[in-house]
C-alpha cells in the first residue's frame, strides 16, 4: 500500500460503497434470525476473530436471542505478497476451554481461505461440542483451499474492499459501510 499523506488523499481512494449501511443491517438481522433456528435455545459462544470482525461482532451479537457468550481471538496471518501464506499465529487466545461450547466464529471476509482453515484446525482439536462459521462477506473466486462457511453474508467478487470493520493499512475500519478500495 502507498502511503496515505492527507485526509483528502484518504478520502479519494474509497472508491465506491459496495454494501450499503441498509444492507448490513437487513442481512445481520436475518443472520441473527438464524442463527437462533440453528441452535434452538441451546448456548452458543460467538468467537470473533480480530480484527477484523468486531464491527460485525458487535451487530451479530445483538442480533440472535439463544444465550450466548462472546470470545475474542486475534490471528496474524503470514503474508506472501498480497496472498496469506495459511500460516496462522494465534497472538491473544480465548481466555476459556471450548469443549463444552457450540462455537460460533464470526468472521469478517474469506479470502483465500488460508486463515480460517488454519483457525478451525485449532480450535477443532479443542474438542467443542460443534463449530461453525459466519463470515460477513465471500470472495470465492480467490479461493486457494478448500474453505466453506455454514453462512455469508454477502458473496463479494474480486475487489479489496474496507469498511465496518476491514482495514487497508490499518485505516477505513470505522466506516459504516463496505466499499472498494482503490489504490490510485
Ligand atoms: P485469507 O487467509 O486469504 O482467507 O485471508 C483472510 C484475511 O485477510 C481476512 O480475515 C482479512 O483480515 C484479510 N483480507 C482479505 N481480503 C481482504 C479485503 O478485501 N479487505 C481487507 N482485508 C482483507
Ligand atoms: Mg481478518
Do not use: Q
Request: charged share 30%; hydrophobic share 40%; proline share 4%.
Amino acid at each position: 500500500m502507498k502511503p496515505i499523506n492527507s485526509i483528502e488523499e484518504l478520502n479519494s481512494r474509497i472508491k465506491r460503497v459496495l454494501v450499503t449501511e441498509d444492507e448490513i443491517r437487513e442481512a445481520v438481522k436475518k443472520a441473527g434470525k438464524e442463527i437462533d433456528k440453528l441452535y434452538d435455545g441451546r448456548p452458543v459462544l460467538l468467537v470473533s476473530i480480530l480484527k477484523g470482525s468486531f464491527v460485525f461482532m458487535a451487530d451479530i451479537c445483538r442480533s440472535v436471542t439463544v444465550p450466548c457468550e462472546i470470545g475474542f481471538m486475534c490471528a496474524k496471518s503470514y503474508y506472501e505478497g498480497t496472498t496469506s501464506s495459511g500460516v496462522v499465529k494465534i497472538t491473544m487466545d480465548l481466555d476459556r476451554d471450548i469443549s463444552g461450547y457450540h462455537v460460533v466464529i464470526i468472521e469478517d471476509i474469506i479470502d483465500t481461505g488460508r486463515t480460517l482453515k488454519d483457525i478451525l484446525r485449532i480450535l477443532g482439536a479443542r474438542n467443542p461440542l460443534s463449530l461453525h462459521v459466519i463470515t460477513l462477506l465471500d470472495k470465492p473466486s480467490r479461493r486457494l483451499v478448500d474453505m466453506e462457511a455454514d453462512m455469508a453474508l454477502f458473496t463479494i467478487p474480486d475487489h479489496f474492499v474496507i469498511g465496518y470493520g476491514l482495514d487497508c493499512g490499518e485505516y477505513y475500519r470505522n466506516l459504516p459501510y463496505i466499499a472498494e478500495y482503490s489504490e490510485e
